[in-house]
Structures are given as structure tokens and as C-alpha cells.
Antibody
Framework: QVQLQESGPGLVKPSETLSLTCAVS?????????WGWIRQPPGKGLEWIGS???????YYNPSLKSRVTISVDTSKNQFSLKLSSVTAADTAVYYC??????????WGQGTLVTVSS | DIQMTQSPSSVSASVGDRVTITCRAS??????LAWYQQKPGKAPKLLIY???SLQSGVPSRFSGSGSGTDFTLTISSLQPEDFATYYC???????????FGPGTKVDIK
């Protein structure tokens, strides 16, 4: 059973970089699967941010691509999200998730990140 | 970019009702469509993948159908634990982009 747990600051200042990590247990990242980040602004719907495959290939939402970096640390069995130049519009619950192909069957519990000075 | 729409945006229903939610893609996506259920304060839960395949552990009252641009999620007999928001999600093969629909809230009539 794959388990995912997000961690990182809950408060980020405008114009700074949001950084989150997703710790994976129950499965080795380097063995396969793909790993992604999805966010949900308060009271709104889900938005896919990007995904990284075990091979290292990355895919980003075109609307966020210029600000997003997703990376994998196989030694720690975790993957990370960096979102630069944040504004209040980036305030959201951020989920990490994983799947074997075209969907996400394992999700973290989510972490609220607020962008405010 | 492929856009996803869902209808209705909300539906009020009673326990035992049959509920159908529609999802439409702006261009053909074959059968690369998934459905999720989300309850307040919780992460989404995968219900259906590849348009019509039931995820392990999901009750058989949930079913999905469709291909190309038009898809449906059906709950055959609504149960109290089914009151939630439902999202569809497409996975385009090239470029590799995932898009969620805006959601359909199912609440108590």
C-alpha cells in the first residue's frame, strides 16, 4: 500500500518560492509509477500542477510551467514541488498523488499553503 | 488544451435515487477518463478509471461509461455516504497534460 505525506511551510510570502516535499512509503519511487502534485484553492476545484515519472521525465500544467519545478530524490524516497513568484492566487491545499498511468489512485492528505505577507 | 465540462454543477437527490453526472471533453480523449469522489476536508478518492473500470474496493453501485468526448458517472442507488463532490479527469497522451472537470456536488434533497 502506497502512502504519501506532504510537508512544508504553511505560510509563504508573496513573490517567494513555495517548496513542498512528499514522502513516499510502501513503494520505492525508483521502481516505477508516476508522482504528481495537484492543488485546490479554498472552496474551488482541483488543478493539476505537474507530474514526474520514475524515469525523471517531467510534465507541467502549461499555465504554471514557467514557475514550477518537480524533482525526485530516490535516496530519500520522496519528491518535491517548487513554485516560484507566488501570489495570493496560489493559496490552496496542495496534494501529492501517484498513479500508474492516466489517473491518481493514491493521495496524500493535503497541506494548506497560504500566501500572505 | 483540452477543456472539461461537467453537468449538472450540483444535484439534490434522496437516498435510493439514481444519479447520473455527465463529463464532456473539448476533444476526443479515447477512454482516458477517471472519476473521483471528494468529501469535505478529505483528499479525492479514485472511483473509476479508463472510463468504465471500477477501482478496487469501490461499491458496484458506481459505474462509468463513454468514450471519445462524452462520459457519464452513474450511482445506481444513492447511499448516505455518497453525498460528496465528484470530479472527472482526463489524461491526454501528447502533450502529457491532466485536466480536471469543475466538479458536481451531490447533496441531500
Amino acid at each position: 500500500q502506497v502512502q504519501l505525506q506532504e510537508s512544508g511551510p504553511g505560510l509563504v510570502k508573496p513573490s517567494e518560492t513555495l517548496s513542498l516535499t512528499c514522502a513516499v512509503s510502501g513503494y520505492s519511487i525508483s521502481s516505477g509509477y508516476y508522482w504528481g502534485w495537484i492543488r485546490q484553492p479554498p472552496g474551488k476545484g482541483l488543478e493539476w500542477i505537474g507530474s514526474i515519472y520514475h524515469s525523471g521525465s517531467t510534465y507541467y500544467n502549461p499555465s504554471l510551467k514557467s514557475r514550477v519545478t518537480i524533482s525526485v530524490d530516490t535516496s530519500k524516497n520522496q519528491f518535491s514541488l517548487k513554485l516560484s513568484s507566488v501570489t495570493a492566487a496560489d493559496t490552496a491545499v496542495y496534494y501529492c498523488a501517484s498513479g500508474g498511468g492516466e489517473d491518481f489512485d493514491y493521495w496524500g492528505q493535503g497541506t494548506l499553503v497560504t500566501v500572505s505577507s | 488544451d483540452i477543456q472539461m465540462t461537467q453537468s449538472p454543477s450540483s444535484v439534490s437527490a434522496s437516498v435510493g435515487d439514481r444519479v447520473t453526472i455527465t463529463c464532456r471533453a473539448s476533444q476526443g480523449i479515447s477512454s482516458w477518463l477517471a472519476w473521483y469522489q471528494q468529501k469535505p476536508g478529505k483528499a479525492p478518492k479514485l472511483l473509476i478509471y479508463a472510463a468504465s473500470s471500477l477501482q478496487s474496493g469501490v461499491p458496484s453501485r458506481f459505474s462509468g461509461s463513454g468514450s471519445g468526448t462524452d462520459f457519464t458517472l452513474t450511482i445506481s442507488s444513492l447511499q448516505p455516504e455518497d453525498f460528496a463532490t465528484y470530479y472527472c479527469q482526463q489524461a491526454n497522451s501528447f502533450p502529457r497534460v491532466f485536466t480536471f472537470g469543475p466538479g458536481t456536488k451531490v447533496d441531500i434533497k
